[in-house]
């Protein structure tokens, strides 16, 4: 994703099968989003990230992900009614992972990555700093759903990214409307390594 912006202009992630890379925003610096990718790479290396637009999707084949689902039940969601799934990586996490699916259509429509990381402990007792818990949280939002190439594929993709932590707040969005789908298209290999 590219920007018009000297501070912040683009958002690259690379996964190659391998090795998973959030490139810098500027040299040296990644962004809130990428740092939080970066920690948890097991969202794209387990295909989780950009949902069904991935053919990497987990849910095509779980089995392959050696990942375990569990059925949280029916919930509502902005009006909806949706089944949640948690999704739990192989090795584990710290960061909790829910898939929502449409009631009815079974259409990806939503998934959520939280992490909370406890303050830090220890004795405090010569600072005036209080420490507290650290909270991130991506939510990526589907919708829009058409068929293209024979699969039916959002249209509109929407992420919001928070981060609560001790040096501050951070809340962003990105929204992309999808209007043009390749498949099979090659990659030059070199896309992966650039940073």
């Known amino acids: 994703m590219s ?4 501070v912040y202009p683009r958002e690259q992630f690379s996964f190659d099968g391998s090795s998973y890379i959030s ?3 500027t040299p040296g610096v990644r962004s809130s989003l990428g740092s939080f990718l970066m920690i948890n790479d097991f ?3 387990h295909g989780l990230m950009g949902g069904t637009l991935s053919s990497a999707w987990p ?3 779980i089995s392959a992900q050696k990942a375990k689902l569990e059925y949280a039940g029916l919930k509502r969601v902005k009006d909806q009614s949706v089944h949640e799934l948690k999704f739990l990586p192989r090795g584990g996490s710290d960061c909790q992972v829910s898939i929502f699916l449409d ?3 079974y259409e990806h429509v939503r998934t959520e990555y939280s992490r909370v990381l406890s303050a830090q402990i220890g004795d405090r007792s010569y600072s005036n700093v209080t420490t507290r ?3 991130f949280k991506l939510v990526e939002e589907f ?3 058409k068929v293209e190439g024979g699969l039916n594929l959002p249209h509109a993709y929407r992420f919001e990214f928070s981060a609560d932590t001790q040096s501050g707040t951070f ?3 990105w929204t992309a409307t999808l209007t043009q789908f390749i498949f099979n298209d090659p990659i030059d290999p070199a896309a992966f390594t650039s940073n």
């Open 3 to 6: 920007f018009y912006s000297p």
């Open 23 to 25: 490139a810098f925003v």
């Open 43 to 45: 969202i794209f290396k």
């Open 59 to 61: 849910l095509l084949d």
């Open 103 to 105: 009631e009815k259509t």
């Open 133 to 135: 818990e650290s909270r």
């Open 143 to 145: 919708s829009n759903f």
């Open 171 to 173: 809340l962003a969005e």
